[in-house]
């Protein structure tokens, strides 16, 4: 039987939830008292359309996080050199560390509002999953270089959304500075020797 395709006004309806929850997040100064009746006042729609749709609050900005990263992972899988397949791994993993810290400037109160979620920590979202992944088979590619699953969590701990909005709104970082420094700390990372087992204390 062939599968059902949603209606147009669910379709409508979710676009409209899925713009407000943006817009909400994007105004908020704290993202965590956004709450479903916000949002649902905001797109004009019953609170049991969003429940319906996207199951419960951390649901939602699930969506819509997978939404605004979509063109950032076709980028990743198809895109052209750096963020590619077949860019070198010493350029590419430093890209994808960019890429990661510059989608979260360009969405920070919406990545604040899903590592928020739930129990606060991003290692069991999907999101997570396929960066570390994607991140740790790019390490692979590098010749001699070991523990690339350690390297790969505690890279991207340097892009969590709590540390950039930490620097860029606390210490005031502007956007460019951060991109260097980050540059600068995954080029030390990647720059080896590479040791296979810790040394003898």
Same mark, same amino acid.
């Given at each position: 039987?062939?599968?059902?395709?949603?209606?147009?006004?669910?379709?409508?309806?979710?676009?409209?939830?899925? $713009?407000?929850?943006?817009?909400?997040?994007?105004? !908020?100064?704290?993202?965590?008292?956004?709450?479903? $009746?916000?949002?649902?006042?905001?797109?004009?729609?019953?609170? %049991?359309?969003?429940?319906? %749709?996207? /199951?419960?609050?951390? /649901?939602?900005?699930? $969506?819509?996080?997978?939404?605004?990263?979509?063109?950032?992972?076709?980028?990743?899988?198809?895109?052209? !050199?750096?963020?590619?397949?077949?860019?070198?791994?010493?350029?590419?993993?430093?890209?994808?560390?960019?890429?990661?810290?510059?989608?979260?400037?360009?969405? *920070?109160?919406? !990545?604040?509002?899903?590592?928020?979620? /739930?129990?606060? !920590?991003?290692?069991?979202?999907?999101?997570?999953?396929?960066?570390?992944?994607?991140?740790?088979?790019?390490?692979?590619?590098?010749?001699?270089?070991? /523990?690339?699953?350690?390297?790969?969590?505690?890279?991207?701990?340097?892009? *969590? $959304?709590?540390?950039?909005?930490?620097?860029?709104?606390?210490?005031?970082?502007?956007?460019?500075?951060?991109?260097?420094?980050?540059?600068?700390?995954?080029?030390?990372?990647?720059?080896?020797?590479?040791?296979?087992?810790?040394?003898?204390?």
């Amino acid at each position: 039987m062939p599968e059902r395709k949603p209606r147009a006004d669910a379709v409508r309806n979710q676009e409209a939830v899925l $713009a407000a929850a943006d817009r909400l997040f994007a105004r !908020s100064d704290r993202p965590e008292q956004v709450t479903m $009746a916000d949002i649902a006042a905001e797109a004009g729609v019953g609170k %049991g359309t969003l429940f319906r %749709g996207f /199951g419960d609050r951390t /649901g939602l900005i699930q $969506a819509l996080y997978e939404t605004r990263l979509e063109p950032v992972r076709r980028a990743v899988t198809d895109g052209p !050199s750096p963020l590619g397949p077949g860019t070198p791994p010493l350029e590419r993993a430093p890209a994808l560390l960019d890429a990661v810290l510059c989608f979260k400037l360009d969405h *920070r109160h919406l !990545s604040l509002a899903l590592e928020e979620a /739930g129990s606060g !920590s991003p290692y069991g979202a999907g999101h997570y999953d396929w960066w570390h992944g994607t991140l740790r088979g790019v390490l692979e590619e590098i010749p001699g270089f070991d /523990g690339s699953d350690f390297t790969a969590h505690a890279l991207l701990a340097a892009v *969590r $959304a709590d540390l950039v909005d930490h620097l860029a709104d606390r210490q005031d970082a502007p956007r460019e500075r951060l991109r260097a420094e980050l540059a600068a700390f995954v080029a030390k990372v990647l720059n080896g020797p590479y040791p296979s087992e810790p040394a003898a204390p």
